[in-house]
């Protein structure tokens, strides 16, 4: 059964940090990794899609890095801004045929100013 | 676009009674989930859909039931609630692997 652990749970950095947030699974036959960004009483929010054959992906200052036969992926965020605060959820995807995303239990993160 | 759209924002229900968590699209998009996510939890699959009239289980299915007569709806019926199932419920549709979500329906069964 694929199970997806995120630590730390919580995370709190001065602003301007480089900062990095770990995802691991059990399962490596995945399709794909998603991380996802979620505010307060808000949905989720799509940040970076990495495919099974994909080593990493970038968007602005976020960077999602994807080790499948560890069975871990990264995301790292560059020069953190007190926007930056909220929970950070990755899920992995094993078909393309239904996209089931199994999720992580999140990272939040609080960025000070 | 109004994206996915759910309704209530919020509701109390008594053990026992039932209710509807509506949830629509406008995108056009053939596959839709309903999650659940309790606090400090991350998001488990309710039931999902890869079209108009088909319908599977994920994860957690007990004590829910789901229908997609249409693209656009994809209604979570909840049968004689119990308080474990309060929690927060996400709707989302994708589109080439990327899901979109609802802003959410915050259930508390007391």
């Known amino acids: 059964k694929q199970e997806v652990t995120q630590i730390p749970a919580a995370l709190s950095v001065p602003e301007g940090e480089n900062l990095v947030l770990n995802c691991s699974f059990t399962?490596?036959?995945?399709?794909?990794l998603q991380w996802f960004r979620q505010d307060p009483g808000k949905g989720l929010t799509s940040l970076l899609l990495i495919q099974s054959s994909q080593r990493e992906q970038t968007s602005g200052r976020l960077n999602a890095s994807l080790d499948k036969s560890s069975g871990r992926s990264t995301l790292y965020i560059a020069a953190s801004q007190p926007g930056d605060s909220a929970t950070y959820l990755c899920a992995v995807c094993r078909s393309s045929n239904t996209g089931k995303l199994i999720f992580g239990q999140g990272t939040t993160l609080q960025v000070k100013p | 676009n109004a994206g996915v759209t759910q309704t209530p924002k919020f509701r109390i229900l008594k053990i026992g009674q039932s209710m509807t968590l509506q949830c629509a699209q406008d995108?056009?998009?053939?596959?839709m989930y309903w999650y659940r996510q309790d606090p400090g939890m991350g998001l488990k699959l309710i039931y999902y859909s890869v079209g108009a009239g088909i319908t599977d289980k994920g994860e957690v299915p007990n004590g829910y039931n789901v229908s997609r007569s249409t693209t656009e709806d994809f209604p979570l019926r909840l049968e004689l609630a119990a308080p474990s199932q309060t929690s927060v419920y996400f709707c989302?549709?994708?589109?080439?692997?990327?899901?979109?979500f609802g802003p959410g329906t915050r259930l508390l069964v007391l």
């Open positions: 995108m056009n998009h053939n596959y």
């Open positions: 989302a549709s994708s589109y080439e692997e990327t899901q979109y």
């Open positions: 399962d490596s036959a995945i399709y794909n």
